[in-house]
């Protein structure tokens, strides 16, 4: 569950022929956001981290992504949310995915395993009788925070776009990320000049969030670092704003000989 269904709960109670970009995401990286939503301003913490997996002969990174409400926001919906994507760093293609969520009495898991030569994944959710074969579009499929994370290494221009494909649960998404404008953001952290890219459902008809009339944004930073230092997910209902708060970066490279 990423942080987009993370936003709805609180509001409501392939791969292509050629490689990958590498990934945005860097081995040692955390980042930790405050989420707000509405009048409610510590509804709930994001925590993203990356951290090379050592237990594979080929270089992996696995990005996990938790989630959960905090406050008087867990009080009126209490919400827990763990996500993990394993990646090959060096294509920047996702291995595998597994999320798992917990609303109240509900609760969600499920594991998504990618097949690059016969262009599928296979997926398998916990209380079905047996696993799914989805048909991947073309594109490189991520989960949305993750997605835009790696716009910070697009290095876009307000007017330019470029395309991208997203996996939500068991369907995906083929998105166009737009360059709408640059803002200056004041954070915790600091005072940042910004880019704010914006996905848009254009090459297909839009469905789940964008059909409903929804909305995603990400603030990037223009300076060496290029940190996603703010998300937001508007609904007609209310905004959801997830703020950097804390940022570590990616561990140093073992210089060479």
Known sequence: ????????????????TVAAEPLALR??????????WAILPGAGEIKIAAQNDPAFN?????????TATRGLARMVLAFDARAESLF??????????????QQRDKSNDHTVMFDYAKKEALYT?????????????????????????????????????????VL????????????????????????????????R????????MFKRGSSARVWISQDERRLPVKFEVEFKVGRGVATLVHYEPPHAKNPGP
């Open 1 to 16: 569950m990423r942080f987009c269904f993370f936003l709805l709960a609180l509001a409501l109670s392939a791969l292509p």
């Open 27 to 36: 081995d040692g990286e955390k980042f930790t956001y405050k989420v707000s």
């Open 58 to 66: 080929e270089p992996r990174l696995r990005v996990t992504t938790t």
């Open 88 to 101: 090959n760093p060096v294509t920047g293609r996702l291995v595998s995915l597994r999320e798992w969520s």
């Open 125 to 165: 959710r916990a209380g079905e009788p047996a696993p799914r074969t989805l048909a991947l579009p073309e594109g490189d499929p991520m989960d949305l925070i993750t997605q835009l994370v790696q716009t910070r290494d697009w290095k876009l221009q307000p007017g330019e776009k470029r395309d991208a494909l």
């Open 168 to 199: 939500f649960n068991d369907d995906f998404y083929e998105l166009t990320i737009h360059a709408a404008r640059t803002e200056e953001v004041k954070i915790p952290l600091g005072t940042f000049n910004t880019i704010v890219l914006e996905p």
């Open 201 to 208: 459902m254009e090459r297909t008809a839009p469905k789940g």
